[in-house]
């Protein structure tokens, strides 16, 4: 891989897919900034196992200052950012015996801003202080977590999820809106999705999830190579290669 070297951010690095994409990184040879608000004190073992440069960043993305005062932080230590993998947010773990989330008629309207500043805002915030960064250096890549599409049926479904899915929907506007602005400066920005399980019990859940985190790690790696003529697209990994999501495709 050739993100050896390279100094990568990785949001929501405490746990889940964001510890499993900063091992990932870790154990090809980047120097890392692990961020979140949580503890990432095992995730901060886990990458020194690979013997590379990483630093923990406690940040609460939703705060504009706070989150300047990383990027800078990260920036003075390592000299340079040439990744940003936006993962952080507030999920939705239905399929895990968690219970669900209000309809919007019922939603307070404090858990849909909280939702939508920790997801959107954050993502927002972080891609706005590193861009001057990748701006001067002349280049870098940028990864969000969004994806979606309204363009599937409407149909009668179970509730609760649903600004989370505009949270998703709306970071990967975000994401081809940031990437016409950046195409001159050689910033390359892509959205990208995990993927999941669907219908399965909680256990098998749990146990595809597993799997999942697995290789996700190495898969975002691979979007972080990703060439300037799939910025602003949503890009997935098969058969070990990046190419464009399913509906991203040419009909």
């Given at each position: 891989?050739?993100?050896?070297?390279?100094?990568?951010?990785?949001?929501?690095?405490?746990?889940?897919?964001?510890?499993?994409?900063?091992?990932?990184?870790?154990?090809?040879?980047?120097?890392?900034?692990?961020?979140?608000?949580?503890?990432?004190?095992?995730?901060?073992?886990?990458?020194?196992?690979?013997?590379?440069?990483?630093?923990?960043?406690?940040?609460?993305?939703?705060?504009?200052?706070?989150?300047?005062?990383?990027?800078?932080?990260?920036?003075?230590?390592?000299?340079?950012?040439?990744?940003?993998?936006?993962?952080?947010?507030?999920?939705?773990?239905?399929?895990?015996?968690?219970?669900?989330?209000?309809?919007?008629?019922?939603?307070?309207?404090?858990?849909?801003?909280?939702?939508?500043?920790?997801?959107?805002?954050?993502?927002?915030?972080?891609?706005?202080?590193?861009?001057?960064?990748?701006?001067?250096?002349?280049?870098?890549?940028?990864?969000?977590?969004?994806?979606?599409?309204?363009?599937?049926?409407?149909e009668r479904g179970d509730p609760g999820a649903a600004v989370y899915h505009v949270s998703k929907l709306a970071i990967r506007a975000f994401t081809h809106e940031v990437a016409i602005e950046e195409l001159d400066k050689n910033v390359c920005v892509v959205s990208f999705g995990p993927g999941g399980p669907?219908?399965?019990?909680?256990?098998?859940?749990?146990?595809?999830?597993?799997?999942?985190?697995?290789?996700?790690?190495?898969?975002?790696?691979?979007?972080?190579?990703?060439?300037?003529?799939?910025?602003?697209?949503?890009?997935?990994?098969?058969?070990?290669?990046?190419?464009?999501?399913?509906?991203?495709?040419?009909?």
């Amino acid at each position: 891989m050739a993100v050896k070297g390279k100094t990568v951010i990785v949001t929501g690095a405490a746990r889940g897919h964001g510890r499993s994409i900063a091992v990932a990184f870790a154990s090809q040879g980047a120097a890392l900034a692990l961020v979140d608000v949580a503890p990432l004190d095992q995730t901060l073992a886990d990458c020194r196992a690979y013997e590379g440069e990483v630093v923990a960043v406690p940040t609460d993305l939703r705060r504009p200052n706070d989150v300047r005062a990383m990027v800078e932080q990260v920036h003075d230590q390592f000299g340079r950012i040439d990744v940003l993998v936006n993962d952080a947010g507030i999920v939705t773990h239905f399929r895990y015996g968690e219970p669900r989330w209000p309809r919007i008629a019922d939603m307070d309207p404090e858990f849909f801003d909280n939702v939508m500043r920790t997801n959107l805002m954050g993502t927002f915030l972080t891609t706005k202080y590193v861009l001057p960064y990748m701006e001067a250096q002349g280049g870098g890549h940028i990864i969000n977590f969004g994806q979606g599409s309204i363009g599937r049926p409407v149909e009668r479904g179970d509730p609760g999820a649903a600004v989370y899915h505009v949270s998703k929907l709306a970071i990967r506007a975000f994401t081809h809106e940031v990437a016409i602005e950046e195409l001159d400066k050689n910033v390359c920005v892509v959205s990208f999705g995990p993927g999941g399980p669907g219908g399965e019990t909680p256990d098998e859940v749990r146990a595809s999830a597993a799997k999942i985190n697995m290789d996700l790690g190495m898969r975002v790696v691979a979007a972080a190579e990703a060439p300037m003529e799939l910025t602003g697209r949503m890009v997935s990994v098969r058969d070990g290669k990046l190419a464009l999501a399913p509906d991203e495709q040419p009909s």
